[in-house]
């Protein structure tokens, strides 16, 4: 019974926790007993069983007196580590927040909560989520439950590792991700999951740690695209606390689940076709193109000649926002203080010894670009060719409704690997960093399995505010790519 | 960039890099840059900076009071807090 409770889709525990067939008091602790099972994975920073059993206990007690109750009502959900969460530590897998407990809920995980969703747990991430491996953790690297591989562990991929390897690994039945430049998308692609960014301005960013503003947004991370539709709704919607969301009303999402995509106008980007990519990914797109088609779409080539350049822009744009956000850690208000003399010294020291290597380099890199004498022709630079980059999709989509594209340029990789240079480590996010320069939806959706027997995925973009066509476009591609495969060490076990 | 670049924007930062550690620092630092620096051949005259995604103007509320009087909730987490307030290394000589 517990290994099946574990096995559902957030639309499966909703139907049975409607007709009575089990409890969300049952339905969570059998996703505790496998957070118990499955330690070492490293998936969570902080398990919170007490909250947990408490809000599921919450949620049968609504049911039994016959409250209409939500579609996450009583689903035990695991939320990263950046976001905010009432009375429960919450880190940013940094040093710097040691000890940080906010005395209040970030919004969208408040949207969840009082949607009736279960927090079994904080998940592990990237440093600020800053990275692309989940290797930048203070708390130490999670291990992709479909690992190990010839002898080594596996990443997860990043930042939203612990959610992918959480969700992937059945310690829950969905988790929040955020994605700044792929942080959603590409650790689902490596994990075998659903991972949707919406737009920019669906999510409320209100306290969720930030990185960088104007690139930050919040999505679900599933197993099922109808489940991703389904935790979106709860988690949408406009918020006067944050000026950037947008006061737009939230659709049903689960609704633009039809099946029928004929006549929709896929667009295929040549320019996604690049150096070096393994030919199985390549071949993967072509599955997709062909599965979209047999479904009823017609395929167009569109191009989208400044992608080369989003990368490089996204690396200055990214530490630019990121080095004046992280300004904030100070040693004064929160967190870690390292004492000194006087009071440069300290922030000196306590930044010094709070961030780590990678954190340390974008901050600096974002001082560099915004500094006197190099701010017009690194930062404004940036911020021009972020608009080429953004119209250039704007033009496609005049002629298409959705963009198809691989996730991620590789499977997961083996824990220690791409870590010569920064650069490689960078380049992982080549497909990904375009959407959310653009401020555009995209979802991952796995599509197949490598040579290896790892998960691959294929990405679809669309206009901004049209998550409806993403997710009626992401069902087809689901319904036709038939991945049914899973992690062999099961729940995460290992 | 050189050592005393990298000196120079640490200082900025306000984040302590040990000495030994200024060499491979800008080693990384340099390659970075020196890898984002090929946006130079993009054309961009004549185009707007992006500074924004979201095609709506900044959203405008009545200059009211709605928040505030949690001075607990403020300090709760103040790593070297004393009474009321957060505290520092002496600033004033």
């Known amino acids: ?494 | 960039m050189d050592t005393k670049t990298v000196k120079d924007i640490a200082f900025l930062a306000r984040i302590r890099v040990a000495d030994d550690q200024l060499d491979s620092l800008a080693g990384e630092l340099s390659a970075i840059i020196g890898w984002v620096e090929q946006l130079a051949e993009v054309y961009t005259e004549g185009v707007e900076p992006m500074t924004s995604v979201v095609e709506m103007a900044l959203p405008r509320r009545d200059d009211e009071v709605t928040d505030g009087r949690c001075r607990e909730d403020v300090l709760a987490n103040a790593p070297d807090g004393t009474d009321d307030f957060y505290t520092v290394p002496k600033v004033v000589e």
């Not at chain 1, 429960?88 to 906010?102: E, M, R, W, Y």
């Not at chain 1, 998550?467 to 009626?472: K, S």
């Open chain 1, 1 to 494: 019974m517990t290994s099946l409770l574990t096995n559902l889709s957030i639309a499966e525990a909703r139907d049975g926790l409607r007709t009575g067939d089990f409890s969300s008091v049952e339905l969570t602790r059998a996703h505790l007993d496998a957070i118990e099972g499955a330690a070492d994975a490293n998936a969570f920073i902080t398990v919170t069983p007490e909250i947990a059993l408490e809000r599921a206990a919450a949620s049968d007690e609504r049911r039994s007196e016959g409250g209409t109750a939500s579609s996450m009502d009583g689903i035990p959900i695991a939320v990263k580590d950046l976001f905010c969460t009432e009375g429960v530590l919450t880190t940013a897998a940094s040093h710097i927040l040691d000890g940080f407990v906010p005395t209040y809920e970030s919004i969208v995980s408040a949207k969840l909560r009082d949607a009736g969703a279960v927090m079994v747990g904080k998940t592990n991430l990237d440093e600020f989520a800053m990275g692309s491996s989940n290797i930048t953790s203070y708390y130490g690297p999670v291990r992709n439950p479909w690992g190990p591989k010839d002898g080594k562990d596996l990443v997860p991929g990043g930042s939203s590792g612990g959610s992918a390897a959480a969700v992937a690994g059945r310690l829950s039945l969905a988790a929040i991700g955020t994605d700044t430049g792929g942080s959603i998308r590409q650790p689902a692609s490596f994990c075998g999951i659903v991972g949707m960014k919406p737009t920019y301005g669906r999510c409320s960013r209100w306290g969720i740690v930030a990185f960088a503003s104007s690139l930050d947004q919040a999505g679900p991370m599933t197993r099922t695209v109808r489940d991703a539709a389904i935790m979106l709704g709860a988690m949408a919607g406009h918020d006067p606390k944050d000026s950037t969301s947008a006061p737009v009303e939230v659709p049903d999402f689960e609704a633009a689940l039809t099946g029928d995509i004929r006549g929709l106008r896929v667009g295929i980007p040549s320019e996604y076709r690049i150096d070096g990519m393994a030919g199985e990914i390549d071949t993967l797109w072509q599955k997709g193109i062909q599965w979209l088609e047999a479904a009823g779409a017609e395929t167009v080539e569109v191009s989208l000649p400044h992608t080369r350049y989003a990368l490089a822009t996204y690396y200055i744009v990214a530490p630019a926002e990121a080095s004046s956000n992280l300004a904030r850690y100070d040693g004064v208000r929160f967190g870690l203080r390292v004492a000194g003399e006087t009071l440069d010294e300290m922030y000196r020291n306590t930044r010094g010894e709070g961030f780590g290597a990678e954190v340390r380099r974008r901050v600096l890199i974002g001082t560099y670009v915004l500094s006197a004498g190099y701010y017009d022709a690194y930062y404004l630079k940036a911020q021009k060719v972020r608009a080429l980059i953004a119209r250039d999709f704007h033009r496609a989509f005049e002629t298409v409704d959705v963009i198809l594209t691989p996730t991620a340029p590789s499977d997961a990789f083996a824990i220690g690997e791409k870590m010569d240079d920064p650069i490689t480590m960078y380049l992982n996010d080549v497909f990904t960093v375009p959407t959310n320069l653009a401020g555009l939806p995209g979802i991952s959706v796995p599509a197949g399995l490598s040579a290896r027997g790892l998960p691959l995925g294929l990405q679809l973009i669309g206009r901004p505010f049209d998550e409806e066509t993403v997710f009626r476009a992401a069902g087809a591609l689901e319904e036709a790519a038939g991945f049914d495969a899973r992690p062999d060490s099961g729940a995460g076990g290992r």
